[in-house]
């Protein structure tokens, strides 16, 4: 059993009787063309997404392959857009491997690379179960970490202001749910920076989160969104969606981001497989319906077992934080392994974050065409392997 989703890719499930049907299609007709033509299937994609999914004014799509390629577009467009380089980052995120989009990740994988894209600056992320100014309410807490980030910002900033680039759930991070007023506070600030707003919705678009997107889920619209992971339905597939008013004027200012691989068909008609199926199966509903499912027995092995701190997320995108003790709520990293590796050999395949600043979180991600019966057998299994793995760690103390 995969409970998450391939690498968070497979939204749909594996090998969906959809996603064959396009490959096969796309086979027939075209796998790829020249970077600068706009197949049939790209053209239509990029119509669905403007027209169903994307919040106004987001209605201009580039389709390009992985997340980290369309941070990069982003990010490039921003700076382009604005003139600026200077670029805010939240805390424990998480935005890929290449040059600028590995520069303004901060969840791991930092170390021993050599120095980075000049101008970003790091916030505090919002983390209601490890807040780094406590005191207040989830929103008060989380609105005076930003506070104190921005001021920093302001403070070093060259006066060249770009963007401001966040996860609406910090994923990677150890699956952090921003309040909502936090989310609003960042419009607000790119507003009086005059910085482009930047969604990296690579796991939160396309009925994960039992919403369209993020943005949709928190009211707020961003002035680019990146979608990758569940767009693709497991093939590489990603894309950077804008305004027509920051599309213009990039444009204008000679706009350029290619590759071998950009609006190639095969990937776009799989997109338009994922998208119609998430439709007619009401994935999103059931994101949420089954989610909630998920949560509660979760929340019932929490009842039961003190070493979980925390469960947290939205739809099927979940969190489990592994503490020692819920008190000094401090880390238990040696049952995060032990516990992932036994669910690993009883059949469930789960991803742990291990963090030493951040904790020890499962994240639990399975397809959304997951049923409340392989849910069942999930959580069984988990059972199962946190109880061996903490009677294995008793008897090595003794």
Known sequence: MDFTSGQMCATIGHNHPAILEALHRAGEQALHLFSGMVPEAAAQLALRLADDWMPAPLTRSLLINTGSESNEAALRMAKLY???????????????????????????DRKGYGPGVPGVFPIPEPNSYRPWIPGGSDAESALAALELGLRMFDMQSAGAPAAIIVEPVISAG??????????????????????LLIFDEAQTAFGRIGARTGAEHFGVTPDIMTVSKTLGGGLPLAATITSDA??????????TYYTSHVSD?????????????????????????????LRQQLEALQQRYEEIGDVRGLGLLLG???VKDR??????????ALTTRRCFELGLSMNIRRRPERGAVWRIAPPLTVNHDEIDRGVAILDQALGESLDELARRKR
């Open 82 to 108: 604005t003139g600026g380089y200077e670029v805010i980052a939240v805390g424990g995120s998480w935005h890929g491997v290449t040059g600028a989009a590995s520069s303004v990740s901060f969840a791991s």
């Open 174 to 195: 150890g699956v952090l749910v921003p309040p909502p007023e936090y989310m609003q506070a960042l419009r607000k600030a790119a507003d009086e920076r005059g910085m």
């Open 265 to 293: 068909p095969l990937p776009a008609a799989v997109g338009l497989a994922v998208l119609k199926t998430l439709e007619e199966e009401r994935l999103i509903e059931r994101a949420r319906d089954t989610g909630a499912y």
């Open 246 to 255: 920051v599309e213009a004027r990039a444009h204008e200012r000679g706009f």
């Open 327 to 336: 008190s000094s709520r401090e880390a238990h990293h040696e049952l995060g």
């Open 320 to 322: 489990v934080e592994l």
